[in-house]
């Protein structure tokens, strides 16, 4: 048997390997700094959903990073959980804490429950899955 014929779709050659870890972390690298630029530029509700939904993009973007073989839509639902739950965690004493020791905790974790944020999460997972979908059908052709 062949090691090429043994390899899981989990673990391409070591070349596409690194091309996809890459390629995520430079895509994460720009969702980061869109969100930057969105939370200095922009003011009000908008700008909120924007940053919870970007926030939500980089998850994703985390999530494929890890698992570069997930279908989007379970990317998608991984992406939502998590960010419903540090939402729901900001119930709690904890994020606000976080931020307190650090600037970059209070960006990840925030520090009070909005739920106005809510449905942030899944359009952001949404939206990050779309491109996600497309992009692997464009990949395939």
Excluded: K
Aim: glycine share 12%; hydrophobic share 50%.
């Amino acid at each position: 048997m062949s090691s090429a014929s043994r390899r899981s779709p989990d673990f391409p050659p070591c070349g596409a390997f690194v091309r996809r870890r890459v390629g995520t972390t430079v895509l994460g690298l720009g969702v980061i700094g869109a969100g930057l630029l969105a939370r200095a530029t922009l003011e009000g509700a908008f700008a909120n959903f924007l940053g919870v939904a970007l926030w939500s993009v980089l998850v994703y973007v985390a999530v494929v990073w890890v698992r570069p073989s997930v279908r989007p839509l379970s990317a998608a639902l991984v992406c939502t959980g998590i960010g419903l739950a540090v939402e729901l965690a900001q119930l709690t004493p904890g994020p606000a804490a976080l931020g307190e020791v650090h600037r970059g905790f209070h960006l990840v974790f925030g520090s009070s429950f909005d739920v106005r944020d809510l449905p942030a999460y899944p359009a952001g997972a949404a939206a990050a899955a779309l491109l996600h979908a497309w992009h692997a059908g464009q990949v395939r052709r």
